[in-house]
């Protein structure tokens, strides 16, 4: 981002603590998320959600598509609008907004096909989240932090913040502390801040059962996922060692022969990293709808770069998503390709 354009960022999104002061006025809320939402995703709407309606506010979250199975342990999950599956119903109730709060994406295209109702939404926006070079100007109010572990510690941040950390329940701490939780790699990536071990030390006193939260989101797949997985790395995994990088690229047919559900694959690019000497993952995956990517990184490798510019898409510094249009095959060859033109970076 050049100097002008950061300064113009700042101006058109004011603060998020001037919001402070109007939390004690009543509002209808509508709290959206990015599409198939991750522990953090998920649990900072829910940890808002709980908050607001602790506050007096009628809040309502909506997200662009499905979720994970494994995420229905969450508290107010059962109440969470799919967009994709009731679109009259949460278009209702976007009608209605008086505020919508944004969380955990950083452009409207991450909320795929709710982007365009919410653009063309006149009530007040309000961005929080921590993924790099967000669409500022489409907010109102708003905190964009890239050094943040998750919007879940944002959330964190902002309920302390307005002064209301006495509010904090234990519905509260366990939806904010699987998305710290999980967007730190349970607590081993830089991120994991001393301001995250305090607040999660501030969770525990509400009696959060974090033994409880790692099972309900660690321990609790179907046989066929474990099965898939060993599959996938038996005989759909490359290692480019010239490159330190290494590939996981899983056809249609694949996802259809083991049954694979939203959120089944989640994580399973972290697995080429624990090879040594591999400094970049990636997983390519034919959706049918569409060719998904996802990219880590360790170290100095810059991912929200890489996918920016090979494959539309971004994300952080070492874990970055993205979409292709192209065939899997010719999606696998853009990405040796883009290897190949990044080797110097990738020794
Ligand atoms: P994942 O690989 O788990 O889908 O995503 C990794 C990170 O990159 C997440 O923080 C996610 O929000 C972000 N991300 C994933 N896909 C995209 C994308 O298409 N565009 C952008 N801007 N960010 C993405
Ligand atoms: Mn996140």
Redesign the pocket.
Known sequence: MNYLSGHLHTFCMRPIEKIYDLLGQPRKVVIVM?Q?P?A??MGSSLGLFHFLKKLGHTPTVISPTNWAEWLKWMPGCSGVIDYEYSTAAANAVLDQADWVFCL????M??TRYMANKLRKLTCERILID????PETESFAYGVSDTEKSSTCEMVYDFIVGSGNADKIDIDIAACLYAGVMT?TGSFRFPGASAAVHRMVADLKDTGLNHTKIHENLFDNFLENRLRFIGYVLQNKMDIFYEYNAALISIPWKDLQRFEIKTGDT?GL?NYPLSIQGIKMAA?IIDRDEEV?????SKGDFD??TF??KY??????YN?????SSDTLEQTVQRFISAIKENSSQLQ
């Open positions: 990015h198939k991750d953090d995703a955990d994406f950083n452009n295209g991450r921590h993924h790099q070079q967007d989640e690019v997983l998904k990517c996802s990219f880590r991912v929200n996918a920016r494959f539309e898409g971004g994300g952080h874990a970055a998503g993205g979409r």
